[in-house]
């Protein structure tokens, strides 16, 4: 144990310290474990959404693959979709963790290709890649709130361990250490003052 100065000073701001950690550990635990229920929940949702992205892909593919029997080959109608620059970024912050909100504009698809020498398959193709689309912008969003919140977990977990395991130990033992010696002062105190007092009377 390093120097400590054996005074009741000292021993209240142990004592003062001693709470501060305690209420600080309170606080990170409070904060894991909100962490974790948001990291859990969005988890849930990405599992969720990783099916919907499969089953769209799967219809996606096959009616492609219809309309590419019927019409040819569709990447002459693909090239007539344009880019689509909507997807927009905002940030929500859970217990100061920052994160993403991933927007993208959800009306209803525009068909830029001709419908004359089309067919339903190529529009139903079109259909589901759009749904995919917006579904991935959502896993995206999720998958990076979650690698956020994980990395949050991680550095709150060491910092409730730190205070679980070496500041309040730390304070606690110290706190122990100066009140024994204290306690131990006063006795030494009060039997010199007894062996004063007894010199005095036997020297009347």
């Not at 550095?155 to 060491?158: D, I, L, M, V």
């Not at 730390?170 to 110290?174: A, H, L, M, V």
């Not at 122990?176 to 306690?183: G, N």
């Given at each position: 144990m390093?120097?400590?100065?054996?005074?009741?000073?000292?021993l209240?701001?142990?004592k003062?310290s001693?709470?501060?950690?305690k209420?600080?550990?309170?606080?990170?635990?409070?904060k894991?474990?909100?962490?974790?229920?948001?990291?859990?929940?969005?988890?849930?949702k990405?599992s969720?959404?990783q099916k919907?992205?499969d089953?769209?892909?799967?219809?996606?593919?096959?009616?492609?693959e219809?309309?590419?029997v019927?019409?040819?080959?569709c990447?002459?109608?693909?090239?007539?979709?344009?880019?689509?620059d909507?997807?927009?970024?905002k940030?929500r912050?859970?217990?100061g963790?920052?994160?993403?909100?991933?927007?993208?504009?959800?009306?209803?698809?525009y068909?830029?290709y001709g419908?004359?020498?089309?067919?339903?398959q190529?529009?139903?193709?079109?259909y589901q890649?759009?749904?995919?689309k917006?579904?991935?912008?959502?896993l995206?969003?999720?998958e990076?709130?979650?690698?956020?919140?994980a990395?949050?977990?991680k550095?709150?977990?060491?910092r409730?361990?730190?205070l679980s395991?070496?500041?309040?130990p730390?304070?606690?033992?110290?706190i122990?250490?100066?009140?024994?010696?204290?306690?131990e002062?006063?006795?030494e105190?009060?039997?010199?003052l007894k062996v004063?007092?007894?010199q005095?009377?036997?020297a009347?």
């Open positions: 390093a120097q400590v100065f054996i005074t009741k000073n000292n209240t701001a142990q003062k001693l709470d501060l950690a209420l600080g550990y309170d606080l990170m635990d409070k894991r474990n909100i962490l974790v229920r948001e990291m859990m929940t969005l988890a849930e990405a969720t959404i919907d992205i089953a769209a892909y799967v219809q996606a593919y096959a009616a492609l219809k309309a590419t019927t019409l040819g080959d990447s002459g109608y693909a090239q007539c979709v344009p880019v689509d909507s997807v927009s970024l940030i912050s859970v217990m963790v920052e994160l993403p909100e991933i927007s993208i504009d959800s009306s209803q698809p068909i830029y419908m004359n020498d089309t067919n339903s190529l529009d139903e193709a079109f890649f759009e749904k995919v917006r579904l991935t912008v959502e995206a969003q999720i990076s709130g979650v690698m956020r919140l990395d949050a977990i550095k709150t977990q060491k409730t361990n730190a395991n070496i500041m309040i730390k304070f606690t033992s110290t122990k250490f100066i009140s024994d010696a204290l306690d002062k006063e006795r105190d009060f039997t010199r004063i007092k007894r005095k009377e036997n009347v």
